[in-house]
């Protein structure tokens, strides 16, 4: 069977598909409301396995509200560009800063959804000039996150099966991608609420998702993520990275969680506030991992009241 073509992360819509080049590669963005750098512009991470269409919803809706509103396929998915190396938190810091000068801005939003969220910490702390505020969703802060999965029994049972099984050379790359993407459906149903799955939106989301993963180097780049959270915390680099972490925020911080997140828990979240003292945080009843996809118009509208405020 022959592997999908980048180019089928090009979705036509109301948007318009930019090309990027930023911090030494070419990243594939989806613009969509005015393109003018006077206009406040909003940028949309994705998280795990997944590629820019996943934010389509609020997308849309906020452009429509009068944001300069991107959607990026981050490096290594989508029709982004590829390369070995840079799936550290502190390139991926770069990327965004680097996506965010390129496109002509002084400062942006960021809103991220679980790996894209832990982008958007990171973000706002080593490029702080380039940060105006983070919304993210199910993203804890990452000492947050490693601290439950340390102390808590069932953070560290829900986390660390999976994130512990990606470590190994080649075999996850193989299960992802294997009999169409398979796995990714199985996670997407594994972690969301079962109302979103019984919707007729649901299938169309398994099959983009299910293409995404099995782009060419797609899946192989999506663990490289995990792969450097883990590892790095042993090297001089991660502790490094985890130092300059420890820093309290002072931008307005938006935290959205499914209240179903069988994931990333509740009481990860318990703590952030030592790192965000500003932070508002809004439970989405109903909804899992993937509460923008889940319940899309409720949480448009937390993004929306955000950004006014």
Request: glycine share 8%; hydrophobic share 40%.
């Amino acid at each position: 069977m022959t592997a999908p073509d980048p180019s089928t992360a090009r979705i036509d819509g109301p948007w318009r598909h930019l090309d990027v080049h930023a911090n030494g590669i070419r990243f594939h963005a989806v613009e969509a409301g005015p393109a003018d750098p006077s206009a406040p512009l909003v940028v949309l991470l994705h998280g795990f396995a997944d590629f820019w269409w996943s934010w389509r919803h609020q997308l849309t809706a906020l452009a429509d509200a009068g944001y300069r509103t991107v959607a990026m396929d981050l490096r290594g998915y989508g029709d982004t560009d590829k390369p070995p190396r840079g799936y550290d938190g502190w390139t991926l810091a770069g990327d965004v800063a680097g996506l965010i000068r390129a496109l002509g801005h002084t400062d942006a939003t960021l809103v991220g959804h679980a790996d894209g969220g832990l982008v958007c910490w990171s973000t706002a702390v080593l490029h702080p000039r380039l940060v105006r505020s983070i919304a993210l969703v199910s993203s804890p802060h990452p000492i947050a996150l490693k601290r439950a999965v340390l102390r808590d029994r069932a953070q560290r049972g829900a986390l660390l099966p999976s994130f512990l099984s990606y470590q190994l050379p080649w075999r996850p790359e193989r299960v992802l991608t294997r009999n169409g993407g398979a796995e990714v459906e199985r996670l997407l149903r594994e972690r969301s609420g079962e109302q979103w799955q019984r919707s007729d939106e649901f299938t169309e989301v398994v099959d983009r998702a299910r293409t995404a993963i099995q782009i060419p180097g797609a899946a192989h780049c999506s663990l490289e993520y995990q792969r450097w959270a883990f590892r790095s915390q042993w090297r001089p680099d991660g502790r490094r990275f985890m130092k300059a972490m420890n820093k309290a925020l002072t931008i307005p911080v938006l935290q959205i969680h499914g209240q179903d997140d069988p994931y990333v828990l509740a009481a990860a979240l318990r703590h952030d506030n030592r790192w965000a003292p500003g932070r508002r945080l809004h439970t989405v009843a109903g909804a899992g991992h993937y509460a923008h996809r889940e319940r899309p118009a409720e949480v448009t509208a937390e993004l929306a009241e955000f950004l006014t405020r």
